[in-house]
């Protein structure tokens, strides 16, 4: 059987197999990118605090899972979270193993590494805002909530793009690593795949040149919405 035929949309193909991945691939990066979201604002708001107990619970988390192995975090939250999850069952007088599923920790595990990359993101964004813009809303007796969502949230989003398409890159290759959960996403599945046929360097450069596609896409991707970003705000900028 030649190589075309081996990734290929035929019978013994593994072409339909490889783009499924893909798509795996691309789902669990999306749901950790959102898990981030989450805990990024949540801990830039705890280090942007005026509390000294909030910034020092911030500046441990982004410092933790910025320097932890991001391998030990997925084993720590699928194989600790597993052994957690039937422990619990045992105390409601469940007997057996409860795993949990590969793709909701794997996503997770990945989404906490992300998060405190995007925490400093979005810290380094609100610093980017205009004070006197801050100031002039509030001059003009604008209250907090307001002022957040009219002032602050469109321009941090906006400042915080760029870093942002950074994380997504990282997340997009540390998705690699929830293979070890057993989640047939991308590198999981280029693995059998090469074991199943002996054809290892295929296999492997054409889910190296798969995840090449994701990341150019994805590059290209958030480099529009910069430029639609900026191009909305200099409008906006226009029109006062």
């Given at each position: ?24 691939t ?32 911030g ?30 069952g ?8 409860l ?68 994380v997504w ?41 798969l995840?090449?596609?994701l990341t ?5 991707i958030?480099?529009?919405?910069e430029?639609?970003?900026a ?10």
């Open positions: 059987m030649s190589w075309i035929d081996l990734i290929g949309f035929g019978e013994q193909g593994r072409g339909g197999i490889l783009l499924w991945a893909m798509g795996i691309l789902a669990v990066t999306a749901a950790s990118l959102c898990v981030g979201a989450v805990l990024g604002a949540i801990i830039a708001a705890a280090k942007l605090s005026a509390s000294r107990p909030a910034r020092w619970l500046d441990a988390y982004t410092t933790v899972f910025r320097g932890a192995p991001e391998l030990l975090v997925i084993y720590l939250v699928y194989f600790g979270g597993s052994q957690a999850v039937t422990a619990i045992k105390w409601l007088n469940y007997e057996g193993f795993g949990l599923p590969s793709f909701l920790a794997g996503a997770f595990a990945v989404g906490l590494i992300s998060g405190a990359y995007q925490a400093e993101v979005y810290r380094g964004a609100y610093h980017a805002v205009s004070r006197g813009e801050i100031d002039a809303a509030r001059s003009i007796g604008m209250g907090t909530m307001l002022r957040f969502r009219r002032i602050l949230v469109p321009q941090i989003l906006r400042f915080s793009l760029p870093g942002l398409g950074n890159q990282l997340s997009l290759k540390d998705s690699t690593l929830i293979s070890v959960t057993g989640l047939a996403e991308l590198m999981r599945t280029s693995q059998i795949a090469a074991g199943s046929t002996k054809q290892y360097f295929l296999f492997f450069i054409v889910g190296g040149a995840y090449l596609v150019t896409l994805s590059d290209r958030f480099s529009f919405a430029r639609r970003v191009r909305s705000f200099r409008h906006s900028l226009g029109r006062r």
